[in-house]
């Protein structure tokens, strides 16, 4: 291998995976609201709620909701490691609704009756259809549209703007390192620059 492709190698390498876009709570919210069913609210709520992956959320049975101790089980997450993430009350009010007398099967199911679950590119349908209808676009300009993975990049970066740990975040968002946390979501959003830079553009130019 010669130097120049070395360092191209390098590049690949240390290119930084991490998105400063995203959705305020406000705007998750709006989409969640004009949900055109129970099941798509359920689904747009355990995203925005969970950060929780398409495929993880494909897989969830009934028997993985503890109600009981307010949190969800993901037996297949990234890399086949398990992990458990809380979940909210009102969220778990919706689950109850929505599964009735069901104690068996996928928790999040098809319209069509010879089919048990949803798969992603429902999902995507979901999630794409909803936002549209609220009228809320992609906060990065260059995305045509809303997909699911912005739910669950929103709800990170939030938690890390609150204040969580961020060994605690690693944990919820299912990261086996927690250097992928820092890297992907320990930097600034383009809201968080907006909101800092309007808090102090007035000194620039006021006269004393």
Known sequence: MDKKEANKGSIKKSKQKYNIYYLSMDDMNKIINVAKSLRDSL??????????????????????????????????????????VPIDQDTLQTVKFYIGSRQHGKLIQ??????????????????????????????????????????????I????????????????????????????????GIEDIQEKYDQIVESFYTTT
């Open 43 to 84: 689904v747009l709520k355990i995203l925005a709620r969970t950060g929780m992956r398409r495929f993880e959320l494909c897989n969830l049975r009934i028997q993985d909701v503890d109600f009981t101790k307010k949190r969800i089980y993901i037996p297949k997450a990234k890399g086949n490691k398990p992990r458990t």
């Open 110 to 155: 098809s319209n069509k009756k010879d089919v048990d679950g949803l798969d992603e590119s429902r999902i995507n349908a979901i999630m794409k259809n909803t936002a549209e209808k609220a009228g809320i676009k992609h906060p990065d300009p260059i995305k045509k549209h809303m997909n699911p993975h912005i739910f669950r990049h929103s709800f």
């Open 157 to 188: 970066r939030h938690l890390i703007k609150v204040g969580m740990p961020p060994n605690y975040v690693q944990q919820i968002a299912g990261h086996s390192d927690i250097r992928t946390t820092l890297q992907m979501y320990g930097i600034p």
